[in-house]
């Protein structure tokens, strides 16, 4: 069982930036690949970037490549996501998540644990 508790989300002016973190309960947490996922209002649930349980592998949707960097500190059971030069079309919420899959996860389905997330607003 792992719980996830996201923090650092606020309000940001485009160009800024915001540095998201998620904190993970359990003893397992660096056995878990991570995650970050967004949903905007009225939309789906989004991946946004995901790395692997030693932290050797990431991956990023298109709309945040260059612009995000997630990242790991498993001794601390923490996950972030750095946020540099948000647009106002990243505003949403964000949501942390933990996978059991081997390897880097992509999909809403493939992750076993979601924190409560946390909002992200993007002005011009």
Request: contains cysteine.
């Amino acid at each position: 069982q792992v719980q996830l508790v996201e923090s650092g989300g606020g309000l940001v002016q485009a160009g800024g930036s915001l540095r998201l973190s998620c904190a993970a309960s359990g003893r397992t947490f660096s056995t878990y690949g991570m995650g970050w996922f967004r949903q905007a209002p009225g939309k789906e649930r989004e991946f946004v970037a995901a790395i692997s349980w030693s932290g050797g592998s990431t991956y990023y949707a298109d709309s945040v490549k260059g612009r995000f960097t997630i990242s790991r500190d498993n001794a601390k059971n923490m996950v972030y996501l750095q946020t540099n030069s948000p647009k106002p079309e990243d505003t949403a919420v964000y949501y942390c998540a933990a996978a059991t899959a081997i390897g880097v996860a992509t999909s809403t389905y493939e992750y076993d644990y979601w924190g409560q997330g946390t909002q992200v607003t993007v002005s011009s």
